[in-house]
């Protein structure tokens, strides 16, 4: 006769989780996923666009207007390819840890909302006043969004940052920008 020494095994095994639970822990733990899956949307409107572009047979050459969109949304399918098998083997992006960053703080959503309606001004503007007036508004009202508040000097940085971008872009790379009122004088 033999004795067994030790506890005795539990007859009953522990209950299954949830599938409602199961689901979203494992969507929590591949949550990278939804990255792919924005890839893969973007990669495939990329790829339509560019198979469904007119393009009259004496604009094309060896390398006509559908050929860096086409590169560019394969390229886009293969980033989302690879990624999606890099999270099912278990790869995980990094948690947030570097610079002067506090993860406890809530986001800062005055300055967002700042930020965006001085950019949203800004594309109003650029046709009636020009890109020189809506840039300045722009670059000033930005510097002010996010915390300057130097009046003496922030409209001069703000109006010279914007005349000399519109002269690079309008005159020197030939990207026209409209002026505005001030295109008599530019």
């Known amino acids: 006769m033999t004795t067994r020494t030790g506890p ?6 522990p209950p299954p989780p949830a599938p409602a639970s199961a689901r979203r822990s494992w969507m929590r733990d591949h949550s990278e996923l939804g990255v792919c899956v924005l890839l893969l949307a973007l990669g495939v409107l990329v790829l339509t666009d560019a198979l469904t572009m007119d393009v009259d047979i ?7 207007p559908k050929t860096v969109p086409i590169v560019v949304g394969v390229g886009l399918l293969v980033i989302a390819a690879l990624l999606a ?13 570097g610079e002067d960053v506090d993860l406890s703080e809530p986001a800062d959503w ?5 930020l965006s309606g001085i ?3 800004a594309a109003v503007l650029i046709e ?12 000033w009202g930005a510097a002010f969004a996010l915390g300057s508040r130097r009046v003496d000097r922030d409209p ?8 000399f971008t519109y002269v690079v872009f309008d005159k020197l790379l030939g990207v026209p920008l409209p002026g505005g009122p001030l295109m008599g004088v530019l």
């Not at 005795?8 to 095994?13: A, G, R, V």
């Not at 005055?110 to 700042?114: A, D, K, M, Y």
């Open 119 to 121: 950019f949203l001004g």
């Open 128 to 139: 009636p006043a020009g890109f020189p007036v809506a840039g300045a508004l722009l670059f």
């Open 85 to 97: 098998v890099d999270v099912l083997r278990g790869g995980r992006g990094e948690a947030e840890g």
């Open 8 to 13: 005795s095994p539990d007859p009953t095994p």
């Open 156 to 163: 001069l940085i703000a109006a010279v940052l914007s005349l």
């Open 110 to 114: 005055r300055t967002v909302l700042l």
């Open 58 to 64: 004496t604009q094309r050459g060896p390398v006509g």
